[in-house]
């Protein structure tokens, strides 16, 4: 399937749960809505590391200068609305915004230039559908998800606005703080995620794959 | 009207710069107001190991290395053989041999005839000074100039483009100087005898040329634009580096007058890191007129922000701040 397909076919899926809520709770059958709020981390994410070369009459380089360049690691606030259609299965979509510094490290220049770090404030959006899977139909509660979606970066004096798709796959577990009664529940969640984007922007990572973590407060209905 | 313009190219001989003319009272950069650019190679003289029809197969690989720049729209077309010479103002434009044993260290010069009204270019010649040893051989020759690369060089002014400081040099003991690297086709320093290394562009150079002549496709392409400060002061010359992390390139531009301002475009839409350079790398007087006073009393620094350019814009005014040495 096209990753254009892989959307769609969330969308669908998303639109799916939301005629199946209508009638989840008047069955009681586990269907229902969910509500999220938390963090997500993304770690410090190496995106380039390069020097300023230029070329020598043999046609070798001459380092004129170093750089590494990175996304500085961040907690983003992150908000999720899910539709359970059993006990065990849910699709959500999934909205999280945050802000990084993008730091360039300038060293070892050639004509004794101090090394510096230059920097700036990107801040990312994420939207995302996805489906997760408990383990358990009550109690603590381990799970896997995975959900793709937009990836937005807005850099500082909003000079530059880019776009590109990102994807996620995660485990973790739900732990149950009280319950509302017909296996509803308010609790927590803690999962970690492998995270991968496209490479349609003006810097990408080094790794494919970034590890991120999330917790969040969530509210059965 | 009609001026005539020199630039030579020396042989120890305009970030990419662009030429400019004063059109009624206003600067306009100075171009082709059309392509593709006719040219003629010039019959009336050769040089020991370079016939005609090398000469002409040697330019013509030049011509088509800047033509094939897929964000440009500049374009050449040979005209045929002519009995004249390079320098012979005929309203063609003419490259050939000529010997010039007086210019020491011009390896080639291009001369512009410009039509004042509208700062259009109306004819270029480029003349090699038959006075050097010459290559056309694949790999190069010890000992002689590949001609491709010194075309190369000379037909980026011949396009309009000036001279580009991304380079490193070294005095040598019998004056002048070596080059000791260079990032751009448009240093106005050649290589060595025998080097190859200058038949290719640089990203200085491609976007030099996406600037001047842009395909409607790299209309997303931004502009940096700022201006360079010492204790508060303005200052003229500046040679300032945009090094994009994402492809480890650079291109460059000066501060260009009397507000210190600075404007580097044809550049992808990204993060940039800047570093800011007094021009000790060649003589001035191969960038600026003697009448201008370029500062080269401040140390070379990197600016503590990342710039960002913007898709089909201008970054808007950065203060680059520099220090005196």
């Not at chain 1, 970034?210 to 917790?215: D, F, H, I, L, R």
């Not at chain 2, 396009?159 to 003991?173: D, K, P, V």
Request: aromatic share 8%; glycine share 12%; net charge negative.
């Amino acid at each position: 399937m096209t990753r254009t397909g892989l959307t769609t076919a969330i969308a669908a899926l998303v639109l799916c749960a939301g005629a199946a809520t209508a009638s989840a709770q008047s069955t009681g059958s586990g269907r229902g809505l969910e509500v999220g709020v938390g963090a997500l981390w993304n770690g410090r994410t190496p995106l380039a590391s390069g020097n300023g070369t230029e070329t020598t009459s043999t046609g070798g380089a001459f380092n004129l200068f170093t750089t590494s360049t990175t996304l500085g690691a961040v907690a983003a606030g992150e908000v999720l609305v899910g539709w359970h259609l059993s006990h065990q299965f849910q699709v959500f979509v999934d909205g999280s915004y945050g802000r990084r510094q993008l730091r360039i490290e300038a060293a070892n220049d050639a004509e004794s230039a101090q090394p510096l770090t230059a920097t700036e404030q990107l801040e990312q959006f994420t939207i995302t559908g996805g489906a997760m899977w408990r383990f358990a139909r009550s109690g603590w509660s381990p799970f896997v998800r995975g959900e793709g979606g937009t990836l937005r970066q807005r850099h500082e004096d909003k000079t530059l606005v880019e776009s590109g798709r990102v994807f996620m796959v995660g485990a973790g577990v739900d732990v149950p703080l009280a319950s509302r009664g017909g296996g509803k529940a308010i609790g927590l969640r803690i999962d970690a995620r492998a995270v991968a984007r496209s490479k349609n922007f003006a810097l990408n990572p080094t790794k494919e794959i970034a590890p991120a973590a999330g917790v969040a407060l969530f509210i059965q209905f | 009207m009609l001026l005539l313009l020199t630039v030579p190219l020396s042989q120890s001989t305009f970030a990419y710069l662009k030429f400019g003319v004063r059109v009624g009272g206003r600067q306009v950069t100075l171009k082709w107001p059309q392509v593709p650019v006719r040219y003629l190679v010039s019959d009336s003289s050769s040089v020991p190991g370079v016939t005609v029809p090398d000469f002409q197969a040697a330019v013509a690989r030049a011509f088509e290395t800047w033509q094939a720049v897929p964000s440009s729209t500049i374009a050449y077309q040979f005209g045929g053989l002519t009995s004249a010479l390079p320098g012979d103002e005929d309203g063609a434009t003419t490259l050939g041999f000529r010997d010039r044993p007086d210019l020491d260290r011009v390896l080639a010069s291009t001369s512009f005839v410009i039509d004042t009204t509208t700062g259009g270019l109306v004819e270029a010649d480029i003349f090699f000074n038959s006075s050097f040893l010459w290559s056309v051989a694949q790999s190069g020759q010890t000992n002689r100039f590949d001609l491709q690369s010194i075309a190369l060089h000379e037909i980026g002014h011949l396009s309009g483009l000036g001279h580009s400081a991304l380079g490193e040099t070294e005095l040598r003991e019998g004056g002048g100087r070596r080059v000791v690297a260079s990032e751009a086709v448009m240093f106005p320093i050649a290589y060595a005898a025998g080097s190859i290394a200058g038949r290719t562009l640089k990203a200085d150079d491609i976007a030099g040329i996406t600037d001047l002549y842009p395909m409607s496709d790299a209309s997303d392409t931004g502009l940096i634009t700022g201006r360079v400060t010492k204790n508060g002061q303005p200052i003229f010359g500046a040679h300032v580096i945009a090094y994009d992390p994402s492809s480890s390139t650079m291109v460059a531009g000066f501060s260009l007058n009397a507000q210190g301002e600075f404007s580097i475009g044809g550049l992808s839409p990204g993060p940039r890191l800047l570093r800011i350079e007094p021009l000790d790398d060649a003589d001035v007087d191969s960038f600026f007129s003697a009448a201008q006073t370029v500062d080269l009393d401040f140390k070379v620094t990197f600016s503590d922000r990342v710039i960002v350019v913007p898709r089909s814009g201008t970054t808007g005014a950065i203060e680059l701040k520099v220090t005196p040495k």
